[in-house]
């Protein structure tokens, strides 16, 4: 059974960073794809980033300010997030993707965390 678990979140101020992490277990994890995922309250989830074995794709609002990597060695995905704002503020899910390609669409995830709460004070 593959299961993600995510670690990491807190509370910081603006202008400060974290780094998420999530470990992996139940599949090969090296072969798929990983993303990180976002919600806040009352509004949707949405993408944030993803990883394959050589590439990187990043939402508009993320990108130069938070960087994805991956350990296969560890089964683990993090998430550094530096500069980071208010509209940051949201519940971090990480996920496995389908395939070994990026993807920016949730469909194509199949298993997913349980989510860290990552709050930014103004």
């Known amino acids: 059974q593959v299961q993600l678990v995510e670690s990491g979140g807190g509370l910081v101020q603006a202008g400060g960073s974290l780094r998420l992490s999530c470990v992996a277990s139940g599949r090969s994890f090296s072969t798929y794809a990983m993303g990180w995922f976002r919600q806040a309250s009352g509004k949707e989830r949405e993408f944030v980033a993803a990883i394959s074995w050589v590439s990187t794709i990043y939402a508009d609002s993320v990108k130069g300010r938070f960087t994805i990597s991956r350990d296969n060695a560890k089964n683990t995905v993090f998430l550094q997030m530096n500069s980071l704002k208010p509209e940051d503020t949201a519940v971090y899910y990480c996920?496995?993707?389908?395939?070994?390609?990026?993807?920016?669409?949730?469909?194509?995830?199949?298993?997913w965390g349980q989510g860290t709460q990552v709050t930014v004070s103004s």
């Open positions: 996920a496995t993707d389908r395939s070994p390609r990026l993807s920016r669409l949730q469909a194509q995830y199949d298993y």
